[in-house]
Nanobody, 124 residues
Framework: QVSLVESGGGLVQAGDSLRLSCAAS????????MGWFRQAPGKEREFVAA????????YYADFVKGRFTISRDNAKNTVDLQMNSLKPEDTAVYYC?????????????????WGRGTQVTVSS
């Protein structure tokens, strides 16, 4: 497993941008598919985006396509989520997660490392 710590959440207005960062500790970071999930109040946690080990592939949930971009820096052990054109429905706790598999991992249960989350609140 890798230890993950998110940062960058906050309160913004609709249409604004926000960049979330996730710092990982552990030498295995480059062996992990990294993903972002979110959980809104009263709802189940859902997949947002994922990036492959060598940044060679990315995948996004339909509701963020064209607005969010995931990226990683294996030299710095970080994975970021750039969020543009934010909407009130993007309000949630955002979690960084790692899955020790190649390719793009979509299923939550395949991720074995999780951060504690960072709150994103988008006001209308």
């Amino acid at each position: 497993q890798v230890s993950l710590v998110e940062s960058g959440g906050g309160l913004v207005q609709a249409g604004d941008s926000l960049r979330l960062s996730c710092a990982a500790s552990g030498r295995a970071f480059s062996n992990y598919c990294m993903g972002w999930f979110r959980q809104a109040p009263g709802k189940e946690r859902e997949f947002v985006a994922a990036i492959g080990r060598n940044s060679n592939s990315e995948y996004y949930a339909d509701f963020v396509k064209g607005r969010f971009t995931i990226s990683r820096d294996n030299a710095k052990n970080t994975v970021d989520l750039q969020m543009n054109s934010l909407k009130p429905e993007d309000t949630a706790v955002y979690y960084c997660a790692g899955a020790p598999w190649s390719g793009i991992i979509l299923r939550e249960y395949e991720y074995d490392s999780w951060g504690r989350g960072t709150q994103v609140t988008v006001s209308s």
